[in-house]
């Protein structure tokens, strides 16, 4: 499907050809696309695309939680827990078709998603500094 659509085509390319803390900015800034898209479909009594992006985004949360190392940093194991209540109510909202569920999940992963991209942005800027130094 995707040699048909040059934009999926783009987007497999960019998953594939990502390194570690790119694809984790990606996941990230999917799992906020699907937060807020489901929070719209359930604004619209659209259960069908809730459901949907409700899955995708418990999906995300999972490949978080795996792929974290919570001994990699101090803190890492509290953002253990937080990804597993995220992906806890994040089934509850989907169950339950609750807006102010998926309103409360988005508010407790933007900090999150906020602080990869720093994070990343600065062990970029660190990694440029120390090739042209």
């Known amino acids: 499907m995707s040699a048909r659509n040059p934009a999926l085509a783009y987007q497999d390319h960019a998953i594939q050809t990502a390194d570690g803390p790119h694809l984790l900015i990606m996941i990230c800034e999917r799992l906020t696309a699907d937060i807020d898209r489901a929070e719209v479909a359930i604004e619209t009594a659209d259960y069908e695309a809730a459901n949907e992006n409700l899955q995708h985004a ?3 949360v999972r490949v978080l939680r795996n792929a974290l190392d919570p001994d ?5 194991s509290e953002l253990l827990s937080v990804y597993a209540f995220l992906e806890q109510r994040l089934v509850e909202a989907n169950l339950k078709k609750d807006i102010v569920l998926v309103r409360q999940c988005g508010e407790t992963f933007r900090p999150i ?11 970029e800027h660190n990694d440029l ?4 130094g």
């Open 58 to 60: 418990q999906r995300c």
């Open 72 to 76: 990699g940093f101090k803190g890492g």
């Open 113 to 123: 998603h906020e602080a990869w991209q720093k994070a990343v942005s600065l062990n």
């Open 129 to 132: 500094i120390a090739h042209v």
